[in-house]
Each structure stands twice: as structure tokens, then as C-alpha cells.
């Protein structure tokens, strides 16, 4: 599987003109995807790109790999079935906050809790953008849109909590303008054994334009992202003054300022990415009082579905060194007529 | 055998009998049917089988509802249906008297275990009084025994709990029918060894009540009604064979389907009944690396297969008709993006959850035409269980050679009946071999075969033919998606022709008994293949002119069809369904065919055909 | 007018004409197509309209997939289609032109914004030369307007971004038309002025931009190929009207529907093209009562419509083929609890995705067999957007009064296309008040209407009918579960019979146009009805035998329309799918109807049928 | 909404038979809803029960309420309908592992997340009963099944920490045996206002007799379940000594008894239900480390979703008090022919 020729981002993309909007965040975020392929030396061939309907999930259009655009919701069960039947392939499944969470919400519960070795990339913009701007699950109260003029008065969902209730073993998150940051989140979905799930805020400049200013914009990055590295101090603001830590004698975060109020470095939560009671709280925390966290929050293997799978076989295989139909069917009792 | 001849003039019906065991949930009656049928074809005997056991899991005891029976029509002659009446009913107990006395044959002989006939049981039952003295009786030669009390006595000392010992009054009345009709115990013995290996005591205990029962038989003094029977072995064609239930035979068909055409198996599913069998005996044959997948519901589990197809394997997915209606999407997708699969419904008495433990033929509509779009694909037919075996691998040689999703409808009796079946060699049956697109010059996954109309099948893993595909309507020259108005049109008469094209490529209708013109054409599909056949022939004995001509291939239908029918003056078409083959008959042929519908969740009887011929001519 | 002069010889056509602007997405082309009918339908004329967007929601600039356009016919004379070849086509940059030239009918105006006609369009549409200068232009007549300088001019220093100013150009090229036509320019302004009343400064560019381009007609030395032309007002019915579309009329429909029952509506969805619309149009109307609920997929929204049909609301859903197809399952529920359901499908071109914003009419299928079981209702399908309206509320009728779900089919263009509405009075319209069951005397839930064979409906919170219903089979005397084989068959037959008793009910097929017997009859349904008729009233005015059936109830069928087709030599059936109705027909009625059928997304052009009817006559 | 005469559990009881198997849990957990019913004065004509399909989901039938025996997975958006109709119906949703976890477990998800105001009962038997025992998305790795002949291998969901990730606002354990408990839970998740999620051990004892018994059976019951109660420390075992704290600077909970090392009552962590970092690790605690938590271990109540969806068509009501739909088709361009 080892090829000769370093490939390029460019080697990634098909000949097919980019259907997106003008301005949409999806082109950025697939030209990550095409820099992360380079970057682990992916091979076309053993690459797939399963996605389910949406304007996301147009995605394998346009990477130079096999490709199976499915139907709304399904891609979990498409991919599954396609990493059982060749383990060998490095499949990638693309989907949006409507195809994932609202009709796919199960299978997504399901491919995650059976830890399928697939990489998740749900582009989050909180609305369904290929429907022409209907709110969805994760679209914040009060969403004004053609389904709900008044305001949309349904609960949001958190994609990253909900991964962990389903059992996920690698949750990250990113954003589709952050460029620098987001191969590398890619790649360790990608050197992650078992189900990888990282929500990408996508911008849907049509029908959800700037719902991530708050925290994407150069005004605000600075301090209200939080990019957490395992074994590293959760620190973040303009001069990185700010970080987190528990509050004293609760179960609960707290922002603090070093060198504010006798607070000292040592004070600062490090992050560990193996301690889920830890990631909970991080995927929990909610603006403006707590900064957006990014980067890989939690991760935590386990063996990969296809093997146990698999495994059942082999073993069968094993017992039964020389199968043959017609001895099973031979097998039990039988009589002649003659 | 005069049990038989008091109503039956039929001479070829003399030498078969029908046996009914009935009981409690809890009393084992699906095993003791079992048994009975393998020493019963190990004696060489033809036969069928009907067990009908209730929707709930183990209703409380001595319910109705909590009924379970198990049938078996058994003769030397061709016997092909479970038999309209039973010749004699075994009653475990009050409950399985009230709901199967009606069915009992008039001068029947009715078996009752007198030792559950007490009040509390009546109650449970709905009677007021002991209905074995009831006037009722009179029409029936009774024959009432404790069998709880001669089992427990048969049993008594050997160390087992009252509740265990009265579990083996099933043997008990297993060794007194097997005495009754010559049947041998030994295969029996060794069942029971292998099966309570671990409990030696247990295994010791029901053979002693076996041996009881069977010794009962052979020593008591009885009246007149208890006699020993003996039945001819059946002319059956020369061949080692077995029993077999469709469900049996439809996983071991998938398993040859996937093997001739070269592929891994992959099956993908979620319980539901009738259906599971199949799941269950495939999750026990991994050895021939088949992968099966219980999924999270059924889109999960068609998906996947889907998903698997795609990747090389053969696909294939299994449900009942409400787990089939769920799919609908998808199948329409694996028709879009031609790509393999088997769909097998086994279908159940409908509409919604209906009545999930009783058989019915009414998914034909939803196989052929439930989807939304023109969504042509391959339908196929079950008659009885063997046939699940080549009909799977039929279904495998369609999928794979015309990259198309295939239906194959199978039914709850179907599934679980049981039928003697000569054993085919696997290696003598021809292979049917994928060949995968690996060359990159001038690839697309549209390229299609001039002749089949069937596309390239290049899967990931191949360098060179990378590529995209899904439910848009794609290029027919490039398979790139095409919002063209006239390609659109294009592709779906080309989807429409691959699939009519099949048409070709299947066996021409033959008729099943009978002339090929005449006055009446008894048109069947499915389960009611038995029923139907033996009320032609019995018709036909009676001189009159009517042929049976059975159905396989529901879609595309065989190119001599259309003739074949207009050649007959009537044409009439059992269903247990309000007539849906009856609407693609006329719909294609424009044949004033006329519908015999029973929807009661039960198998046709010969009779009730029968007597529809006769109205008829 | 000469313009039209130049190709039709048919008299009666004279007085209309056909427009179609084309333009990138984000040139506004549906917005200046939807004001023109406007003023259009404000100055009497009789119009029709055909929306065509792409896919994708706004592709990149200046490429083929991202056109979009509208296409009006209007005139004097009864319209009824968008017409079948433009004679006036805007084209706003070359990959419009690259689209939509080929419609244009030979010695069409063709009006091309110069402007955009520059090297980097010419490449993004796939030209390499300047189309305007190829040969093939000749056979048209050739406006070229610098239409981007000329707007911009007109709203200088008006204080736009130049982004801004050019998105006028669309009011500039309505101007232009608008004068062409003679329509009054005052309705647009008046939009105009609301729909930018944040922005002041946007409403008066876009203002000037329109009178710029009036003015330009009116004083601008132009070829004679420019003329400003009368059309005068259709002899339409007296009465008040509106221009209506389809998603518009059927979501009132629904609304009145539910007032007429006395019920409050509930209407559960799930987004899909092109069925968004009716979602959207009632999440506006709660003012009504009116619950509408965006569900987490297309089973939870016909789930929770079940729901609330269960509680005494009318339940309503609505989708599109594929989504259609998920909500199999739970119809069969409905039917089988005969619980009231209105499920709309607003049909697109299938199979699986297939072409998403392309119009087809192949869910009849699906809507008739597409369900496991023996599980029938009611089909009604709609003939054009206003058509909507009334059947809905039909639909809402039978659906409460026989206790059952019933499919109401549209499709993409019906759902999208504008005509005008004489508009009904609410209150002159019959209500069919629900009476719910409140006696518990002698009540359980499947008690029956002797008549009507409707169930009785008694919803929680009602003292005394307490009781619980399922999918499993129910008896027929006490509503509770049962396995009993008879009161199986007794219930399916029920089900049966109630549906198959609404014929009665209904219409009696009439004939559209023509006599009710003859040479030939061309049957339609759904949006294919003004094409037909058209065809058919041009093909009589050519002294042809033939005459026009449309079907509004798909099933069950009028009780009168099989003697009707068989008082016809020959009976044609165009559908905008592979031949659905036609199997109903022929199977129902032994009839050797034969079908015309287009699968290219696109509706039926007039002369494609007219064709069609020569050939057989 | 009131009564006159108290009803007694009997008279929730329908006249039709009991259709499960001799010795199944379902029977006891029918007594206890029975009980509880009656308990709260509930009123007949005004309850629902509503259910998808499995052995649990025939709970409908035997309630002299009104029932629906819906389909497979699909209860919660029955419930949903109901609920919107007429809120002042007091609905219960019955359902089972399979059925609110496999197929069914998208609609869960969303019910949880918007809040709709049911008391949602999962009878946990960790297997298919109705189907004659396949395993289930609860089943332990290992479980032989009719399609697992060689023993399950996917990875077990625990339906408290998925309720907890869809955004579940009451979240509680009982097991059918607990006949003193469960009454008071079921009153309890009654008395919550929006989404109430309880799950039931029950025991199958045709298909998976016993799998509970290393904390079911009176030998194991002290020693291994935790009943938490709010403001009381968290104690259990025998004679109460054993409790739970917080491990000292960690975010983890670990096993003191009281008396030893130096570990006092204080020591204990007192329960706090209104506690999601808390809730979180209480319901992902393990055996045999741990005890198993049963009681109402999280509640944090918000509006229910019906009340939202109403207010905006009273609103839109008040803002347009006289509508009439004459009106609305005459609204916007009209003309008139003469
Ligand atoms: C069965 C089915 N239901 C509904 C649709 C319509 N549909 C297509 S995409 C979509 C939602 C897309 O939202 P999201 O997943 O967030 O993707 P985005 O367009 O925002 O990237 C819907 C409802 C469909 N294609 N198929
Ligand atoms: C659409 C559909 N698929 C499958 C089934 C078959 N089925 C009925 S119940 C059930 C699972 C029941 O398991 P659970 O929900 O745990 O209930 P239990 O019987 O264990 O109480 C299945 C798979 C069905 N009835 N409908
Ligand atoms: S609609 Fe939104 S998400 Fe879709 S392509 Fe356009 S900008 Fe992107
Ligand atoms: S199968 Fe199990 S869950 Fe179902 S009724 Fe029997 S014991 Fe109860
Ligand atoms: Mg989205
Ligand atoms: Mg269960």
C-alpha cells in the first residue's frame, strides 16, 4: 500500500467543477482534506469517500478517489459495510448536522458505538443548506428560517457530547478557515484506529452566514477559541493569559487568568485527552462565558470493529479447515432411496 | 387405511396419513413433530409439514392463545401439502382441543391426555364442562389416556423434578404415535443423547418415556381405533436426501450463490419474523467466510450490503414485508446505481405488524412496484422450501450478471415447513463467475455490456479506476452526474430494457400438470405450489380439463407466457392475497384471469381449489 | 403578432406569446419571470408558468449548471401550458444562451446582454468563440444590448457598490419587456418598494433600473425586430383572481380542509425538494391553529401526524418520492388502525435522488401497491396549482369520513408553476364536520359505520371509550387483538370493501374535452392536463375524432370510467413516466390502452402529444 | 383533571389476558406502573400510553388508559403528535432496548433533545425478546445469541449516558424487582415537567435469565446497587458503609468505606441531582468497581417543548385574532374580471 510518488493536493482532485456557493465553506474545508491526503501519503485507490445527501455531502465529487454519494442519513451503514467487506481501505464518511444528526442520528449512534475504523467529518453549519435554509438540529433557538419564521424553539443538540454518549473514542473539532490547524486534526483522525468523529464548524454563507462569528472572526479568535494538545496547559487569549481550570472542591471549569488574583501556571488544567470525564466538561462548555475548544478533546482506543469481525471468521475458517457445502448439506441425518 | 377411507374416495390418497400434535407452548410440540418427521422420512416416506405456533414468546400455560401445533401429512405417494384435515389430532390439553377440534376430520381419531382435563384447565380454555364428553365427540374415535400420569410413571426414580418428568410426556405420546404408524425410535435415541449430552439423566428420561409410550402401543389392550398402520415408502426419485426447511435451504442457497459467482458473502440484516431463520443459519456458517451483520434496523442492514456490494461482496439483505418497506429508498438507490444485491422477503399475514406468526402472499405488489420512480428490478418466486436453495442461487446469477438488486419472496410457511429434499451436488451445479473491470482504458462506471446492458463493476482497491457513484441521475456516456433532460430519459429506458432483457435469459413457462391450452389454466406463484397441484391432479382424475402452471420468475415474466395463457378459456389464480399477481396478468396480457383469494393467514387447502375448478367447468 | 406569426398557422395561438429569461443564478431570473406574471396577470391576460432551477443551490458564476429560468405564456386565449418553444429569449450572460437557445423557435427574438459576452463566460459555458457571431444565430432574430452598461448607467451615483448595481440588471431587462408587452410597470414598483424598505437607496436603483429599461424600449432606435405589441385580456370567468401556485393552493387547501372537518391541522415534515414549499407556506398560517412540525426525518413526521390523527387532530404529511418511500411502514399503520392521514408526495424524477428539482409522475406506483400486505387508500392526484386546492380539501374529506390515509399526488412543477385563480369563497364551501364518538354505550374502537364501513373515532381524553389500538390484527367484533384465521380474512376484506365504497362517493368521470365515445381517447392525470388538452382541442380544430379523460381519482377508480374506455377504438395514456396508470388501467379494465411516455424531467410539449394523436388517427 | 373516588391499581388493569411468559420482569414493572398510577391519581381518560413492538412494547394493552401499540422504534414520535395535540394528556412511552436503541434510537435521541413532556420508560432486558432472543444494542460483549452463535462482539450502549448525550433532563434506573423504589421513581419522572428517561433492569428469563444478577439478587444487592437520593451522601453495602467521593485531585469518582483509612462521613459525596459532570460519571460507573446507580440520578428541568410551540401559534393568534382564510387569498395582487 506504500507508493512510490509523493502526491500532491492537487493529485487529490477530480476534474469536476466545485459545485458549492460562492464563498462557501466547504472549499476550504476540502482543501484541507486534499493537503491531509498528501500529507499521510494516502493512496487514491484504497481511499473511499462515503457521504450521504446534502451540500457536504457533494464532497467525494471532488476527490480523486473512489467515491459513493449515497442517501440522506445512511452513509454510517454504507461505510460500515464497505470496511467490513475490505479492511484494507482507508474509508472517509462525509456528512453535514442535517444527514448526521437529524435522520442519520442513529446510524452515526451506532457506527461510533461499534468504533467502525472510519474517519467522521461532520460539517456543522447549523442549518440545511441544500434544502434552500431550514433550521436543524443544531441550529441555536429562535433560528429564523422558512420552516420556522417565528424562530426555531427545538433544543439544539451538542455534536460532541453526543458522540461521547454514543461511546466515540476520538471526538475533535475544528473550523473550515482554519487551515493551519485542521490537517493535523485530519491526520490524527486518520492515524486514530477505530471510529474517528471530528465536527467542523462549516460557514453557510447563503442561509446561516457568520452564526460562528462570535468565535471565528479575527476580532474574537483569540479569546474565544481554546486549542487544547494533550499534556499541554489549556491556555488561550490574545498573549495566551487565559486558561481553565477546576474550580476548587467542584466538578466543574473555571476561566482563570494567570497572574490575576495569585492565579500561577501551575494552576492551569493540562489537558489530558485520555480522561473522558475531562472531555465532557470541555465539549460541555458554552459561549461567552467559556471559549469554543478545538483540537483533539478526547481520545481514548479500542480495538476496531473488523477485527473482532473478522476474527470470527478466521476462526471459523480455522475449525474448519476444509469446508465444503455439500458435506453441510450431508451433515445430520440423511437416507437413501434407491 | 380405513382412518383415511371413511370420507376420502381418493385411492391415491389412501396411503397417506395426517398427524396434528397440539399443546401447550410449553409442551414441545415443534419438537415432537420434528422428530416424527425425520424418523418418517428416514422410513422413506414423502412428506410435508406446518408448524403453527402462536405470536407470543411462551403465553401463560393452558391458554389459547398459547397454542402451539405442529402437522404433518405423510404418505407413499407424491404428498406436497401439510394435508387438509388432520386424520388424527394429538390434545395435550383443553386449550389445544378448543382451538384444533374443528379441524379434525370427521371419524378422525382424537388423542387426548386426560391427565390436563380438570376444571382449572376447562376455564383457561373457555369450556364449562369436559368437552371430551361432549356430543361433539361422537363424530371422532376418542381415545383418552393419562399420559401425564403414564409418563410420570415411566420416568419415576430417575432423579427428575415433577416439572422435568412431565416435560418428557412429548416423547411419551412420540413413542406411542411412532408405534402406531411403524415408525423406528432409534434416531431418536441418538437425538436425545446428543442433546442432553450434558444432562445424561434428562436424555435417560425421555427415552425411557419414548420407549413408554411406544411399548403402550405395542401391549395395551385398545379398542378397535388403535391400530398398527403401516405406509410404503414413496416413489421418490432415486438420491440421498434430508429434510429441509426453507430457511435452511435459503441460507445454504446464498452460500452457493456466493460461491459460483465467486464473491465473498455479505449479509446484512435485523431480526424479525419469519425472517431470522435465515439470519440464524448463516450466523452459524462464518467457515465460508460469510460475514453476517445484524444491523440497527433494516436500512442499516441494506445499506451495508449495499456498502458491501459496492466493495466486491455479494450484498445481500433479508427481512419480512414491514422491514422490506422500510428498505424502499435504498433498493431504489442500488437500482440507480446498478449494483448487486438479493433482497429476500419472507413474507407474513399484513397489513402492518398484522398477524407476524401467520404465512401470507401480499408483499408481490410492494416487490414489483413499491418504489418511488421508475425502479425496474428482478422479482423471483419461491414454491416450497428446496426451491429456496436454487432460487437463492438464481437470485445471486441475476444481481451479479445484470448488476441489478434481485427480490426473492419466500413466505412464513415456506420458511418453516419442512419437505424430504434430494441433496444436490454442489460442484455438478455450473458457476457463474465475476469478472471485476481492472483495466483503466477507457473505464466508466457506465460503461455497459452491448448484450446484458449490465455496467462495469470496478471496485476500491483498483488502481486506475477510481471513481464516483451515486443516486443522481448519471452521464450515460461518462456516468458523471447529468441533470440532461434527454440522458435522463435515456438512462431510464436503458435501466427499463436491462431489467426486461432478463426476460430472455430465464426458462420459458412450463406448465406443471396438464395440457398447454384448454379449458382452464389454474395459475399459481409461491407457497400455494402444493395445494394447487394436488387439486389439478385430483381434478384431472376426475376428468376434468384443467392445467397448473406455476410461477417463478414474478418479474420479468417468461417471454411465452402471454400465449400460454390466452390458449386456455379461463384462467384462475389462487393468491393468499386480495389478487396481486392477478393484476400484472392482466395489466400485461389484457387475460380476463379471475382471482381465489384466502387472506386468513393460513396455507390453501386441496379442497378449496379443488372446488374452485369444479364451479368452473 | 408576427413574431408569433412567423411559425404558427393555428389562429387561435395568435394572441399568446411565450417568454423565457435565463440567467445565472444569481441574476435574479426567477424574480423578474415572478413580477412580469405579475403585471401580466394584473392586465387579464390567461397565463402559465415554468420555473427551471438548477440543483445546486447557487453554482459558480457563469457556468451551464448554474442557469436558472422562467418561462411565461400568456395571452387571450385559454393558456394552460408554459408553452412549448420560447419566442422571446432573454439570455443575461452565454451559458444561458449556451441552455436555452435551442428552444427558442426558429425566428424567435433573442435579446442577449452583451455585456457578459466577453472570453472568461464564453469558456465558463464552453464556448470558444462568441456564440452571438455563429451561423445558427441567423435563424433568429438578434437583439444585443450592453444590458450590464446600460443598468449601470441608469442607478449611477446612486450611491451602489457596483455588485449592487449590476444585481439591477434584472429590473432593467423587466423594464424592457414589460414594455414590449404593454404590461404597467406600478405593481412592481410597489413591490419594490416593500421588499427593500430597510433600504430605501436599493428600492429606488432598482426602480430607475426599471423605467430605465421601459424608456429604452420606448424611444431607442431599435430594429423592426423590437415593436411594442397589445395583448389583449382572456375571456377568462368573471370573478376575483390571484396567480397561485401549486405549494401555495395546497397548503391553503390543507388549512381549509381541516376547517371544513372542524379539525385543529397538524402537519409533520421533513425538508425535501420540491415539497419544501407546502412546509413553509403553513409553518407561516399558525394564525389558523395550524402545528406545523419539522421532524427529525420523514417516519417521525408521518409518525407524529398519526399521532395526532390518534388525539382528533387532522393529521397531514408531505414529501417527495424518496421520502415517500420511508413512510411505507407507517401508512400500512394508518390503514391498519384506520386512523384519517392526508400524505402528499409532490413527485420528482426519480429513481433514488434522481433529478431532485425535475418534474416526473412516476410515484403513482408507489402511491397505488407501494405497501406490504394487502393495504389499500385512497389516491387522488392533483391537474395544476389550483387544482391543489380542492383537492386537498377532497382529500381531507375522505380521509375523515372513511377513517383512512389518503395519498394526494402533486409534482415538481405543478408545486412550482403560476396561473391565475378566480377565487373561491371559504364559506360557500361545504364543511364535513367530524363527530367524534363520546358514548361508551356498546362502543369499541373498530364498531363500524354501516354505510360508510368508517370506524368509530373516539380520542383520548373522552370519558368511557378508553381503549388501545396497534398494528396487530383486531377483531372485528371487539377491536382487541386476535390470530383468529377468519376474522383475518373477514377484516382484510373490510378494508377492501370501505376503500373500494368510495367510488361511490366520488365524481363520475366526465369528458375534458371531445365526445364520450369515438376513435380515440387520450387519458392523462396530473400535470400533464393542459398539454393534453391543448393537443386534443387542436387536433379536433383539425376535425380529428378525439377526446380528453383526466383522472383525478387514481383509486379508487370512477365507477363509470371502464364503460367510458371502452366506447373508444383506441385509448392513448401520456405520462411523464415509463407507463403507471396505464397498468392500472389495463389491469383493472382489460382495455388495450398503450402508453406515451417521457422521462426526460421535463414536462410534455403540446406538439409532442399532438404528434402522437396523428399518428393514431 | 381531578377525580372523585381514589382509584386503586386494579382499576388500571385491562380485562385482557397477560400475554408474556411465565416469571418475565415485565410483569412486576406492570404492577409497579399500576401502583404508581394510582399513586398520583391519575385519570384514565387522560392517560396515554403509547409503544413501539417487542415483548415490553405489549405494555399498552394491559393499561385501562388509552394505548397505542405503534411500530417498531417509532413510539417517541407517536408520543410527540400526542403530546402537541392535546398537552393536557399525560403520556407514558413504553419501549425496550431493541426497540429505543436499535431501530428506534434517532427518535429517542430527538424526543430527549426538544423535551417533550413524556415519562419514557425502557424496559433493559439486553436482548430481543419478542424475536426470540437476538442480542441487542445493551447486550455485553460475548453474548450468544441466535445471530451471534460464536458470541456478540459490538460494544454496548448504556442508554443513561446517551440520554445524558442527547440532552435528557431527568434521567433515572430502577429494576422490575424493586418494587418498594420503582413507584416512587416512575411518580418522580411523572412529576417532571419535559422529557422524563427511566430505565428498567427487567429480567427475560426465557432469553437472558439472569444476565442482571450480580446486582439483582438478594446475595449481591447491598454490596453492588447505590440508590442516590439528592442532599444524602452517596452510601450503599450491607450496613451502609461503603460510599462514594471524589478521587482527591482528580476528576473521578472511586469506592471508601467509612471507618477506614481515616475516611469519615464527611468524606462522602453527598448527591447533587441537578449535577451533569456528576450525572456523567455516576452513570458511566462499572461493575464490578462499582456499585450499580439506581434512584433519579439526574434532573435539571426546562420548558417543555409543547409550551414553546404552542406560545408561537396563540402569538401568532393574538397578532392576527380575526383570520380568516378568505382574507389570506385575497391578500397580496388580486384583479378582477368583468
Ligand atoms: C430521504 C430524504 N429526505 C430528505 C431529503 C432532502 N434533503 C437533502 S439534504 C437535506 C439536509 C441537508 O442538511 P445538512 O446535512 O446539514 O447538509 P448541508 O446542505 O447543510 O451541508 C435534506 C433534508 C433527501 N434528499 N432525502
Ligand atoms: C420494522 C420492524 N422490524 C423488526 C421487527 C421485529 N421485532 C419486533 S420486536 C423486536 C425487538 C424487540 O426487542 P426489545 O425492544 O428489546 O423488546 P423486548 O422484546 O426485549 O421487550 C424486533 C426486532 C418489527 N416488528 N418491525
Ligand atoms: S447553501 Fe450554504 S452550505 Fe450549501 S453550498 Fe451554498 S453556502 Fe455552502
Ligand atoms: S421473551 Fe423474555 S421479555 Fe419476552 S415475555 Fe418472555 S420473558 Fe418476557
Ligand atoms: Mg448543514
Ligand atoms: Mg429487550
Redesign the interface.
Known sequence: MNQTVKLTPKDFA?D???????GCGDYAILKAVQKTLADIGAV???T???SG?G?SSRF??Y????????????A???????K???P??DVWLVTGDGDGL??????L??VL???VDVQILLFNNEI?????G??S?TSRVGTRS?????GS??????PG???????ARFIARGIDTSQKELPGILARAHAHKGASFVEIYQNCI?YNDAVFDAFTDKAHAADNQLWVEHGKPMLFGKDRQKGLR?KPGR??LEVVTVGQDGISMDDVLVHDET????A??LL?LEQPAFPVVLGVVYQNP?PS?HH??ID??A???L??PS????A???A??????? | MNIQAVTDRDIHELDSVVIRFAGDSGDGMQLTGSQFT?ST??E?SDLSTFPDFPAEIRAPVGTTFGVSAFQINFGSSRVQTPGDAPDVLVAMNPAALKVNLSDLRDGGLLIADSGTFNDRNFQKAGYTTNPLRDDIIAKYQLLELDISALTLEAVKNMGLSNKEALRCKNMWTLGLTLWMFGRPRQ?IVDWLHTKFAKRPELADANIAALNAGHAYGETAELSGSLRHYTIG?AQ????????VTGGQALA?GL??GA?KAGL?L?F?SYPITPASPILHHLSA???????T?Q???E???I???????????L?VTSSSGPGIALKG??IG?AIS?ELPLVIVNTQRAGPSTGLPTKTEQSDLYQAVYGRNGDAPLPVLATAKPSDCFDLAIEAARLATKYMTPVILLSDGYIANAAEPW??????AIPDFKVEFRTDPEGFHPFLRDTETLARAWA??????????????EKNYNSG??SYDAANHQLMTETRRNKILGIAKDIPLQKVEVGNDRGKLAVVGWGSTYGAIQQAVMRARRDGLDVSHIHIRNIWPLPQNLGDLLQAFDHVLVPEMNTGQLLTVLRSEYLVPAEGLNKISGQPFKIAEILEAIRDRL
Chains 1, 4 share one sequence.
Open positions: 477530480t469536476q467543477e466545485v459545485r458549492w456557493c460562492p487514491p485507490e484504497q473511499v469517500f462515503v445527501i451540500c467525494p465529487y476527490m480523486a478517489t473512489y467515491g459513493f454519494h449515497t442517501i440522506h442519513g445512511r454510517p451503514t454504507f461505510a460500515t459495510g464497505i467490513l467487506t475490505n484494507d481501505l437529524s435522520i442519520g442520528g442513529n446510524h449512534l451506532h458505538r461499534r468504533n440545511y443548506g441544500l434544502t434552500k431550514q433550521f438540529p422558512p420552516s420556522t419564521p417565528g424553539v427545538d433544543a439544539p443538540l451538542s457530547l453526543f458522540a461521547l454518549g454514543a461511546g447563503v477546576i466538578l466543574a480522561d473522558k470525564a475531562l465532557h466538561m460541555g479500542a470493529y473482532a469481525v470470527q471468521v476462526k471459523a475458517k475449525q474448519k469446508a465444503s457445502l455439500n453441510v448439506l450431508r445430520g441425518r440423511t437416507w437413501d432411496v434407491t | 425425520v422420512a428416514l422413506g434416531a415408502k421418490l426419485e432415486p438420491g440421498l436426501y434430508r429434510t445454504w452460500v452457493a460461491q465473498p455479505f446484512g456458517l462464518k467457515e465460508f467466510g460469510t460475514l451483520f444491523a440497527e434496523d436500512i442499516a442492514a445499506c451495508a450490503a449495499i456498502g458491501a456490494s459496492y466493495t466486491g461482496a450484498g429508498e435504498a438507490l446505481t434430494k441433496l444436490p451436488d454442489i460442484d471496485i476500491p482497491g483498483t488502481p486506475g479506476t477510481t471513481h464516483r457513484i451515486g443516486g443522481i458523471h452526474i
